[in-house]
């Protein structure tokens, strides 16, 4: 009876044991964990936030100067200015302005190819800092422009890793969808009388239309509307004409 006692006891104590590793080992997990949620992730989440709003901003410049584009594919004609590259709008007649949806996508390629370069990895000296994949999509509405990114990164501090992934949204107040439509419009005009230059017309827009030669057969075309603003500059749009 007495060595059954004693291995009664034996047992319960080992129970004992392996159930108190198991919670300091739950605890002082959790507290790994914690202590990265809690102080670096609100931080590095309201770091990629400001970054996803201004790389936005800045893909929305980009392609106003470019004629739609981040980057001018192969096919595309453009000329070249002091400023950047512009895409053709009207090409011996044709209509080449890129519709919304290409639009869309490039800003999609600018916010995925560029916001990893935007985090500053330096403002978190306590933890590694390893960077997912950028997926971006973008909407152009009437009067705005909005962005969804997802942006996963991986936070790592004393040997704890937390995940950080979550859907970054991005809205700007922009008349993008109009100016392209406007843009069009000059576009079917000039397309269909190429001397076109209606003073009526151009003066009665919402936007101010600035008409640029670069030579005698070549123009550019801006667009700037004074109600839409990135960072406290009026939105210019512009493309590139060539009549034969």
Known sequence: MEKRGQATLFVIVAIFIIVTVVVVFFIWGNKK?????????????SEIQNCVDSTLVDALRVIGLQ????????EINYIQTNISKVAYGLYNSQNIL?????IENEINSYVESTLALCL?????????????????????????????????????KKGSTQVLQKDYFSSIDIDLMNIHKTSNEIIDKIDTNEEYFDLTYFTDLDYQVTI??????IFVYSLTD???????IPYTFKFAVKIK
């Open 98 to 102: 890129p519709p919304l949806d290409i």
């Open 33 to 45: 964990v914690s202590d990265i949620s809690s102080i670096e992730s609100d931080d590095i989440n």
């Open 226 to 232: 004074p109600e839409s603003e990135l960072e406290e």
């Open 67 to 74: 004629g739609g584009y981040f980057i001018i594919p192969q």
């Open 212 to 217: 640029l030669p670069y030579d005698d057969h």
């Open 120 to 156: 500053n990895e330096e403002n978190f000296p306590e933890v590694e800092i390893k960077e997912g994949e950028v997926n971006a999509k973008t909407t152009i509405k009437e009067d705005f422009v909005s962005s969804q990114t997802v942006f996963p990164v991986s936070v790592i």
